[in-house]
Nanobody, 127 residues
Framework: QVQLVESGGGSVAAGGSLRLSCTASGYTYISPCMGWFRQAPGAEREGVGVVRKDGTIGYADSVKGRFTISRDNARNNLYLEMNDLKPEDSATYYC?????????????????????WGQGTQVTVSS
């Protein structure tokens, strides 16, 4: 069965870096779009970065210049390099992969109702 597992979260001081990984298994196709999302306590889930299988990337304004998303198409693995972390980056980070026929690849998590989601990894940034 299809599964996504995030790893790499942890606690870091402001200005530090973390690299998140999302390891996929059970896939028989290349997901047309994969993305990272995050959700802080009491807040709505928000898109961080998305990447199409053709390499087209989109970022939330709040992370541009600090975060880098990348993917391994052959394995449907997804990565997020996070630099210059800020306390407001603290959240649970989720990866998601769209189904084979998805055509939308946007940062609005509500557009990902048909996607597979991981269980999340916690990122805590202290000031």
């Amino acid at each position: 069965q299809v599964q996504l597992v995030e790893s790499g979260g942890g606690s870091v001081a402001a200005g530090g870096s973390l690299r998140l990984s999302c390891t996929a298994s059970g896939y028989t196709y290349i997901s047309p779009c994969m993305g990272w999302f995050r959700q802080a306590p009491g807040a709505e889930r928000e898109g961080v970065g998305v990447v199409r299988k053709d390499g087209t990337i989109g970022y939330a304004d709040s992370v541009k210049g600090r975060f880098t998303i990348s993917r391994d198409n052959a394995r449907n693995n997804l990565y997020l390099e996070m630099n210059d972390l800020k306390p407001e980056d603290s959240a649970t980070y989720y990866c998601a992969a769209e189904g084979p026929y998805a055509s939308i690849c946007e940062l609005n998590w509500l557009d990902w109702s048909g996607a597979r989601w991981g269980q999340g990894t916690q990122v805590t940034v202290s000031s």
